[in-house]
């Protein structure tokens, strides 16, 4: 499984790769900090995750990833649509690149990939097994886990503190 953890504006901090199989206790992060995933009651019967291995959290969503190249199609279907509309399309050439980029759409929304996100952390897993129960986010849900105090691994609170400027000596 691959884990981005990310911070509480979003931002992604790191990526990380894990064998859920293994389970390991430790993984280290770039950076220096370890990360001590939290596998207890994490990995339901059939292999999918359950809960948050990051921070414990037991609401996790599910989210379509679409690649960077989705809105450009978007743009261009719209436009492709209007030039149809406005009977502008007689052109065979121009008629074969909006089918094309029908069948190009159509595909990204096929392929996209589904990932896994949590809560309470902000953790998005990828490249694993997702559960039918998790569903799609929910604001309330939302709303209640951020009022609820969350127990974050050090690597989180680190990234989330700011740093002291150094302080310069003069000799």
Known sequence: MRIELRDSNGRRLTRV??????????????????????????????????????????????????PQVTPLIIVLALSGAAASILDLVRNPLIFAGLAALLVLDVAVLILGRTRLNCYGCGA????????RYHQQWDRAIAERIGKEPIDLPTVLIEAESPREPEKETNP
């Open 17 to 66: 790769e894990i064998d859920e199989r293994a389970r390991p206790a430790r993984v280290e992060i770039p950076g220096g900090h370890p990360l001590y995933p939290r596998w207890d009651e994490a990995i339901d019967d059939a292999g999918a995750l359950r809960r948050c291995v990051v921070c414990g959290c037991d609401q996790m969503y599910r989210r379509k990833n679409f």
């Open 124 to 131: 998005v897993y990828g490249n694993l097994r997702i559960a």
